[in-house]
């Protein structure tokens, strides 16, 4: 982590090392890949409650992707009250009436259509757990310094697929939701001015009558996706 008094490179002999052959290494990521397909976007929640421990430990998974120059510029904020989560909703859905009733263009909506999406959002009450992911765009000492941080996106934007991937491998659905514009949720979390919201996610297990898009199932093939020189 970047600190004032630690700039020196103080390297240390790699911990943790992972040597598996080609067989074993063809066989975890082929495992891997078998629970990461049947991650599913989902809207439908059980109201059961998550125990915090689980919530905990996928967040602290997140905290331990790559960020520029180790600043790890993220905040996440996890949300299971039940008030808070309905003004959570509240000011949510304010937003997303004024995306529906003409802030976004007529090209996205109809986008969005094969999605099912509208300005109502019942995800953000029923389900027992709301994750705020939150962008640390500059970082302050404890005098109040600032310093930069760099590759910001792209560093949160890692973090929030290890906290996906950490929440379906520990049996939860996760929704990715982003009400535009989000600047609300400082407020309402009391979060600094150096911190950007980027995204909520609602997290909990999937109702017995949970349903998807038939879209949703639709994936590029790997040619698609894929460029390879050998």
């Not at 697929?161 to 400082?186: D, E, Q, R, Y």
């Amino acid at each position: 982590m970047f600190s004032r008094d630690a700039l020196a490179y103080d390297p240390i002999p790699l911990p943790d090392h992972v040597d598996l052959d080609d067989a074993a290494s063809r066989k975890a990521a082929q495992a891997f890949f078998d629970v990461m397909a049947q991650r599913h976007t989902v809207r439908d929640y059980d109201t059961t409650p998550i125990p915090r421990d689980i919530i905990e430990t996928c967040i602290k998974t997140a905290g331990r992707a790559p960020s520029g120059a180790n600043h790890q510029p993220w905040s996440f904020a996890a949300i299971s009250n039940p008030a808070l989560k309905a003004r959570i909703r509240a000011e949510a859905e304010e937003e997303e009436r004024k995306f529906y009733d003409g802030g976004a263009g007529d090209e996205w909506i109809k986008a969005l259509e094969p999605i099912g999406t509208n300005d109502h959002k019942p995800h953000l009450t029923d389900a027992p757990w709301l994750i705020v992911v939150f962008a640390q765009r500059y970082g302050e000492f404890e005098d109040g310094t600032r310093y930069k941080n760099y590759y910001v996106p792209e560093s949160v934007g890692i973090a929030c697929g290890f906290l996906i991937a950490a929440l379906h491998h520990a049996g939860l659905s996760v929704l990715t939701h982003t009400p535009n514009p989000m600047k609300f949720l400082n407020g309402t979390l009391n979060r600094p001015a150096s911190e950007k919201p980027i995204m909520i996610l609602a997290v909990g297990k999937a109702r017995a009558d949970a349903q998807v898009p038939a879209v949703a199932k639709i994936k590029k093939p790997l040619e698609e996706i894929l460029t390879v020189w050998e």
